[in-house]
């Protein structure tokens, strides 16, 4: 195989793409923490059709392209490949003609056809297809080739049933007795528990071990939504396959463990951060969903209004410094920090970060895990790295005084600080650091603006239609009734693509304060939060709420969810 030109130039002399196209995803392709390819990441943005691209990868390499959906592989070549090995190098093996394997493969990867070639002992001969169209025929051939239980999973996933009833017929047909998390149902029964939740765009799963019942949740857009879930009897399976995934010790049951699993969803991968807890009725399980897509937001996607969007670039531009990002678990405050470090990701700039844990890795930017059991603390880590003269540092979170001490420091000292603090509202974030012990002119001196942010569900595009709202929302939200009258606000009526709920994806909202001469004279002189929240609003600082209510009358969000998500934030401050 031998390339005669690059797929960009090619692509660009059949008219398939545009000069701008190209640089878009070239410089895309340098700033991904993933090694993507250019075919994969001009499919990705929309610029060109997976079949286009593999129809000039083709020519290049002078490699037949296949129609998956006009091929019917030979039961020979399937049963020479095992399902593993398809489903993990994303291949269908096609022909068998001695000692030769025809497979089709959606990538030209030379490394994964000489794996095939040792692994399989033949000579393989690839012919390029559709990586979707490859996943298909995997569910397809396989599935009528592999025991009972895969045929039952087939079936349950054709026909939309419950995991439940998935559950009980694999239990019956294969004994799930076991305690080791090995049985074969098991596995399939988790990995589809997985997969959905995946589909369904949940950041979490829950699996909760109650009195009579196994429940299991998905976080999905921030709210629980409980699931069909397996019978109580395979309890003790699932948490054993769960543990035995993330490297837990199967035998402990009286203390929390924390684990880490690295899973395949269809082509791409996915993290698991996976959390374990002994309760009365056995152990819960959580697992947080790491996607990697999504902390390559862009600034101007995170749902900022655009003159706090203009604010914020220019503080995160600041030479030198801290910026604080308050909020709850959960409210975005690694999103919006990690899509502040990809922004500000440059090779003249030094960026290092103190996790804890590492939950994304960046491309181009040095990150340090926190590990208490060696000693590797928050503040240790700060000291050595202001020794690898960095720009830019990120710590984690500033727990207590000493972390809090060497970041003013350090932002006092010519770098550039980001860091989150566990506070309702950006004014409180002030009296917070002083009541650590951090030293009221440092904090004055060293802060150049906290950001309170919260995550906001937004109205399902595909059912959105007008609503008029009883006159209590509006008195919730501070809304006076003849401006209420005059602006049309929306919700979601509900429908399959927002599974019923009105909602489909989430927003933040913001509270961004900026330190004036004004705010650093109070912190200097050790005002309350209360203070300086009236001097910040009567400099134009846009509160959560407002800054919700903004986003209701845009037709982004409802008035429900502003009133669930920031009505709480105001009564409390």
């Known amino acids: 195989m031998r390339k005669k030109e690059p797929l960009g130039q090619k692509l660009l002399e059949k008219g398939l793409i545009d000069e701008t196209q190209l640089n878009q995803a070239l410089e895309y392709q340098k700033g991904s923490d993933e090694d993507m390819r250019l075919g994969e990441i001009l499919c990705k943005f929309g610029f060109v059709d997976p079949k286009e691209v593999l129809q ?26 095992p399902r593993d090995t398809a489903k993990l ?69 054709e026909s939309e049933a419950s995991f439940a009833s998935f559950a009980q017929l694999a239990e019956e047909e294969e004994g799930a007795e076991e305690d080791d998390g090995s049985d ?22 829950h699996v909760e071990p109650l009195e009579k019942r ?104 600041r030479p030198s410094g801290i910026f604080l990002v308050t909020g709850p678990t959960g409210s975005g405050k690694t999103t919006t920090l990690y899509s502040a470090l990809n922004a500000l990701n440059r090779p003249d700039t030094k960026i290092l970060t103190a996790e804890d844990p590492v939950e994304y890795q960046i491309s181009g930017i040095n990150q340090t895990q926190v590990d208490m059991n060696i000693g590797r603390t928050f503040p240790r880590i700060l000291r050595a790295m202001l020794r690898q003269a960095p720009e830019i540092i990120l710590v984690g979170e500033i727990r207590d005084k000493d972390t809090a001490d060497i970041a003013m420091r350090a932002a006092l000292t010519g770098h550039l600080v980001f860091s989150t603090l566990h506070t309702n509202d950006a004014p409180t974030a002030i009296p917070r650091l002083i009541d650590l012990g951090v030293k009221p002119f440092l904090v004055a001196s060293s802060v150049v603006a906290v950001m309170a942010q919260r995550l906001i569900r937004t109205i399902c595009q595909n059912c959105k239609e007008p609503y008029e709202y009883p006159e209590h929302y509006f008195e919730a939200v501070g809304l006076d009734r003849d401006e209420a009258v005059e602006t049309t606000f929306y919700r979601g009526a509900g429908c399959g693509e927002c599974n019923g709920t009105g909602y489909r994806g989430r927003k933040g909202i913001f509270e961004l304060m900026g330190m004036t001469q004004e705010l650093r004279d109070m912190t200097f002189a050790g005002a309350q939060s209360g203070e300086i929240r009236a001097k910040a609003r009567s400099e134009g600082m846009v509160t959560l709420l407002e ?20 009505g709480r934030v105001e009564e409390g401050g």
Do not use: W
């Not at 190098?89 to 030379?110: G, K």
């Not at 396989?142 to 087939?154: A, N």
């Not at 589809?192 to 949940?202: G, K, N």
């Open 56 to 81: 000039c990868l083709g020519e290049q390499y002078d490699i037949p392209v296949a129609d998956m959906a006009r091929i019917k592989p030979q039961s020979e070549a399937v049963e020479a490949v």
């Open 89 to 157: 190098h994303n291949i269908m093996p096609l022909r068998l003609r001695d000692s030769s394997l025809t497979v089709a493969i959606s990538d030209l990867d030379l490394s994964t056809i000489d794996n095939l070639q040792f692994v399989l002992n033949k000579e393989i001969k690839p012919v390029l297809a559709v990586s979707e169209e490859i996943e298909m025929a995997i569910d397809r051939y396989y599935g009528r080739e592999e025991s009972t239980v895969d045929t039952m999973l087939q079936e349950f996933t």
């Open 184 to 205: 074969v149902a098991i596995v399939r029964l988790v990995n589809l528990i997985i997969e959905e939740a995946v589909r369904s765009r949940a950041s979490d799963i």
């Open 214 to 317: 196994l429940r299991i949740r998905y976080r999905i857009d921030g709210v629980c939504t409980e699931v069909e879930s397996p019978p109580k009897r395979l309890q003790n399976s699932l948490t054993a396959r769960l543990k035995l995934m993330a490297g837990m010790d199967l035998a402990e049951k009286r203390r929390p463990q924390d684990g880490r699993v690295v899973v395949r969803c269809g082509s791409r991968p996915i993290d698991l951060r996976v959390s374990n807890i002994p309760c009365t009725d056995g152990e819960s399980v959580v697992m947080r969903i790491l996607d990697k897509e999504s902390v390559r937001v862009q600034l101007s996607e995170l749902g900022f209004h655009d003159d706090d969007l203009v604010r914020f670039q220019k503080f995160i531009s």
């Open 547 to 566: 800054d919700g209510l903004r986003k209701a009358k845009a037709g982004i969000t409802t008035l429900e969810e502003v009133v669930r998500v920031a």
